[in-house]
């Protein structure tokens, strides 16, 4: 605006106007002069994801599909009273990391969203839910690994957190990374930090590394130590995400080993019973093995919960987000890449 000879406080109101009140253009941002309108028009326009898909979950979940100003798709996700009103968020189209149950890792990464993509998506969402007034939380558990796409997740929280936008509190948004160490780190050095979600998943090096290929180069014990070191406020602690897989980590013993490996951790666990897909070689654990799992680690003084999967008939839960997206390279090279 200053660069147009304007006053600094234009841009204020712009950006209220986009992140406040959701304009998707100009012409209806009332307090800028007709002509300042106008010019802005001819010069500028505000990129907004279109909706090319909305569906409705029978349980109140919903799941849009957005289009990219390149075509390009990805899946973002209202899941209501968990309890609080949480919008789930991509990073990236597809993701690289290649997990062997998640549909997400099936694709590849197409490639890295933008800041103004990942916060758009909850613009859009305050929109369509018609939560812009209302208290909500970010989980970054869309599609992609968003440590992977380091800079612009960051800077999209730093949009979010604007006073003059959505002002969103680092405290309502959950990162859920894979264990991508060195970015753990980092990660512990930003003023913005949200809450950390590690996707565990198994007990021994070996187990982790057959279902999550990025634990060959950072393995189980080394994502643990920087869970460790993570700085903590008094009160929080770091979720472990666990996906029960039937027959693979779901056993007594796994259980007990988890308890074990999170001995000193100021963790809480969240099992995930897998969301299985065709394409996807495992299995869900039956409800009394879940439950066994649970108990085990309640008993050794571990908080625990169960994620109910919300949205599956409409295939929004957890590790069914998929959009039409070729990959090209192989999958490991992909990962060799992708990790450095
Ligand atoms: N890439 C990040 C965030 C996105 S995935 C991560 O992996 O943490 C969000 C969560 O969904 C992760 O814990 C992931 O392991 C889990 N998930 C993936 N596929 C799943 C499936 N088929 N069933 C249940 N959970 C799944
Ligand atoms: Fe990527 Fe997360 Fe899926 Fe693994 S679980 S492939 S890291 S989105």
Not at 140 to 162: S, V
Not at 168 to 186: A, E, F, H, N, Q
Not at 320 to 340: D, T, Y
Request: proline share 6%.
């Amino acid at each position: 605006m200053t660069g147009r000879g304007l006053p600094r406080f234009r841009a204020r109101q712009i950006f209220q106007w986009i992140w406040q009140r959701g304009a998707a253009g100009f012409d209806v941002m009332t307090n800028l002069p007709r002509a300042l309108r106008a010019s802005l028009a001819a010069d500028f326009r505000i990129v907004t994801p279109a909706i090319a898909r909305h569906d409705v979950s029978e349980d109140g979940t919903q799941k849009l599909v957005l289009r990219l100003h390149d075509d390009r798709q990805i899946e973002c996700v209202y899941i209501p009273d968990t309890p609080a009103q949480t919008f789930c968020v991509s990073t990236q189209v597809g993701c690289a990391m290649g997990c062997a149950f998640c549909l997400t890792g099936k694709m590849g990464l197409v490639r890295n969203l933008t800041a103004g993509e990942i916060a758009a998506q909850v613009r859009v969402l305050a929109e369509v839910t018609g939560l812009r007034e209302s208290a909500f939380n970010i989980v970054l558990m869309g599609m992609g690994e968003p440590l992977h796409n380091y800079d612009a997740t960051m800077k999209a929280l730093r949009l979010l957190n604007e006073p003059d936008g959505v002002a969103l509190p680092p405290k309502r948004v959950t990162l859920s990374t894979v264990g991508l160490v060195p970015l753990i780190d980092k990660l512990a050095t930003e003023p913005l930090m949200p809450n950390l979600a590690i996707s565990l998943h198994a007990t021994t090096e070996e187990q982790r590394a057959a279902i999550v290929p990025p634990s060959t180069k950072y393995g189980l014990h080394a994502v643990i130590e920087a869970c460790r070191r993570f700085p903590l406020s008094k009160r929080s602690r770091i979720t472990f995400e666990y996906v029960l897989l039937s027959g693979v980590n779901d056993t007594p013993a796994d259980a007990r080993r988890l308890a074990r490996l999170l001995d000193g951790v100021k963790a809480k666990v969240n099992l995930i019973p897998l969301n299985a897909a065709p394409g996807i070689p495992f299995e869900r654990p039956a409800d009394v093995t879940v439950d066994a799992f649970a108990r085990i680690l309640a008993q050794r003084g571990v908080t625990v919960s169960v994620r109910k999967s919300r949205g599956r008939d409409i295939r929004a839960a957890c590790g069914q987000l998929i959009v039409e997206g070729g990959r090209k390279a192989s999958a490991a090279q992909a990962l060799a890449a992708a990790l450095g």
